[in-house]
C-alpha cells in the first residue's frame, strides 16, 4: 500500500497538471456512477490527508480515492494508451489524462460526509495544519505497542512500514514499547524523524534513510535504502549486529536489538 509520501506526491503533480483543466470521465470498467457526475466538471483542487486523495471539481462535488492495497495511478500528458478493461476511473482533457485502476475507494462525498471522514484520520505529518499536540496525545492511548500504533492510520496518518521502521530505527526506540510510555521529548525526534522520511519520499519519490548502506551496485544511482527495513539477518549499518525482523498484528516489523533497547527510552517520571 502506497504510503503517505507517495499520495502527497500525486496530490502535488495533479495540481500541477490537472487543476483547471474541464474533463471527459468514463469507467472501461463498466461501473460509470462515478465518471457520470464528474464528466463535463473542471477540477478546482487536490488534497492529501495520510493516504487519501481528495479532488474537489465545480459544483462543490467532491471525489475521494484511497489505492489500497492494488490500485494505481497513471498518467499521461499527450495522447493517452487504450485504458485497460480493470480501469475504473479515467479522466481525459485535451493536455492530460489519468487512468485509475484496483482503487479500495473511489467515491463521490458530499462535503460533511468528507469532514466525517478526514476527522477520523489522525494527524498527517507532512500537512501544514498537523498538530503534534494532537498527534501525542492519541498516539499514546493505551498499552498497543508503539510499532503497531503508529500503523492505526487514526492516530498517525501517511505512516506506512517503512517509515515506521526506519524512524523508529532513527530515534533509538523500540517497536514493543508500550505506546502510553513514549515520552513528550522521544516523541519529538519520532515526529521529526517521519516528517523528514516522508518529506524526503515526497519530493524525491523515494527514501534514502541517513546512514543506510550504500548501493551494491555502484551504478545504480536512484534507489531506495534503508537502515533495516526489509533487511532481516542483515548487519546494522550503525552497530554491526543483525538486524531482526519479526510479526506484529500480521505485519513485519524491523529493528536492531542493540540500538533499539529499552534503555533508550526515557520515561516520564511517575507522579508521586
Not at 211 to 226: D, Q
Request: glycine letters at 10%; a positive charge; aromatic letters at 4%.
Amino acid at each position: 500500500m502506497p504510503e503517505g509520501h507517495s499520495i502527497h506526491r500525486v496530490a502535488r503533480v495533479h495540481r500541477r497538471w490537472l487543476v483547471g483543466r474541464r474533463f471527459t470521465a468514463d469507467s472501461p470498467q463498466g461501473r460509470p456512477e462515478v465518471a457520470r457526475v464528474l464528466s463535463g466538471r473542471t477540477l478546482l483542487g487536490v488534497d492529501a490527508h495520510g493516504k487519501h486523495l481528495f479532488h474537489t471539481f465545480e459544483g462543490d462535488v467532491r471525489l475521494h480515492l484511497h489505492l489500497g492495497l492494488f490500485g494505481r495511478i497513471r498518467h499521461f500528458r499527450s495522447e493517452a494508451p487504450v485504458p485497460s478493461p480493470a480501469c475504473r476511473l479515467r479522466l481525459a482533457s485535451t493536455a492530460a489524462t489519468l487512468h485509475l485502476s484496483g482503487p479500495s475507494a473511489c467515491e463521490l462525498l458530499a462535503p460533511e460526509a468528507e469532514a466525517v471522514l478526514r476527522a477520523r484520520l489522525g494527524e498527517d505529518p507532512l500537512r501544514a495544519d498537523a498538530s503534534p499536540d494532537r498527534a501525542y496525545a492519541r498516539l499514546t492511548q493505551g498499552r498497543m505497542p508503539l510499532a503497531q500504533a503508529l500503523l492505526d492510520q487514526g492516530r498517525i496518518a501517511g505512516v506506512g512500514n517503512i517509515v515506521r521502521a526506519e524512524a523508529l530505527f532513527l530515534t533509538g526506540l523500540p517497536p514493543l514499547l508500550p505506546a502510553c510510555e513514549l515520552a513528550r521529548d522521544a516523541f519529538e525526534t519520532l515526529w521529526a524523524a517521519m516528517r523528514a522520511l516522508l518529506e524526503d519520499g515526497a519530493r524525491d519519490g523515494l527514501i534514502v534513510t541517513p546512514g543506510a548502506p550504500p548501493l551494491p551496485s555502484p551504478g545504480r544511482k536512484r534507489a531506495e535504502r534503508f537502515c533495516v527495513y526489509g533487511r532481516t539477518g542483515l548487519p546494522c549499518p550503525r552497530c554491526g549486529a543483525k538486524v531482526k525482523g519479526q510479526l506484529l498484528a500480521a505485519r513485519t516489523i524491523y529493528s536492531c536489538a542493540a540500538c533499539q533497547g529499552v534503555d533508550h527510552v526515557r520515561r516520564p517520571r511517575r507522579a508521586r
